[in-house]
């Protein structure tokens, strides 16, 4: 167990909709980071954040959104969902942010849109 | 463009024996390079981080090496174990950047 903690595990949806994942870094660490993993595509970053704040930005598409509340949970939202958004979507944490840090990753939302 | 490459794309080896999975990178300036181990359908879990300094490290059975000036990265698993049934993936970071570069892994499996 990484300590990071997603919610949910799998979440169907339809195409067209919007759908919300959470994630929880583990106790102490101030940024979080987002990445998709597809089977054609392999793993794939999409952003990060630090204490609350932007730090950087990957292959995000502008359908997609994140954010880090103060208590340092991060929401990544993805909207007018597609076919080709399925995927394992996972969050890591570390505790400053720094390139040289371990990241620790959750268990991973598992998206299935239809 | 920076890119990692990795090498074999999947492996079949028998309990015990020893293998060794390739990395190539095309990133820079280099800052460090790092290799997970994913079971299936679950998070990567860090198994080393090399900086350009470092040519050699060790977690348990696993030795990872580094050459800076070739761009290349080895992970080499002793005594293999049906438990190092995985995907295995390297990642390199490149200096001043917070973005991180991935090959698509290795999947190995090791059949009793």
């Known amino acids: 167990d990484s300590g990071v903690t997603q919610t949910p595990k799998h979440l169907i949806t339809a195409t067209g909709q919007r759908v919300t994942l959470r994630c929880s870094p583990r106790s102490g660490d101030l940024s979080v980071y987002w990445y998709q993993q597809s089977l054609d595509q392999g793993l794939q970053f999409l952003i990060q954040?630090?204490?609350?704040?932007?730090?950087a930005k990957g292959n995000i598409l502008e359908r997609f959104s994140a954010q880090q509340f103060p208590d340092l949970h991060s929401e990544l939202n993805l909207s007018s969902l597609e076919l080709g958004d399925s995927a394992l979507y996972f969050c890591?944490?570390?505790?400053?942010?720094?390139?040289?840090?371990?990241?620790?990753f959750g268990p991973g939302t598992r998206l299935l849109v239809l | 463009k920076n890119q990692v490459e990795q090498s074999p794309q999947s492996l079949i080896i028998l309990e015990g024996k020893n293998c060794t999975l390739q990395c190539n990178y095309t990133v820079s300036p280099f800052s460090n390079l790092r290799w997970y181990k994913q079971d299936t359908g679950r998070g990567p879990v860090s198994l080393t981080i090399m900086t350009f300094s470092e040519n050699t490290k060790s977690n348990g059975r696993y030795t990872a090496t580094l050459d800076a000036d070739t761009k290349q990265s080895s992970l080499h698993i002793t005594a293999s174990q049906l438990s190092d049934s995985a995907s295995y993936i390297c990642v390199v970071w490149a200096g001043g950047s917070y973005i991180p570069t991935f090959g698509r892994g290795t999947s190995l499996i090791v059949h009793p």
């Open positions: 890591a944490s570390t505790g400053e942010g720094r390139r040289e840090e371990t990241q620790y």
């Open positions: 954040y630090y204490n609350g704040e932007e730090r």
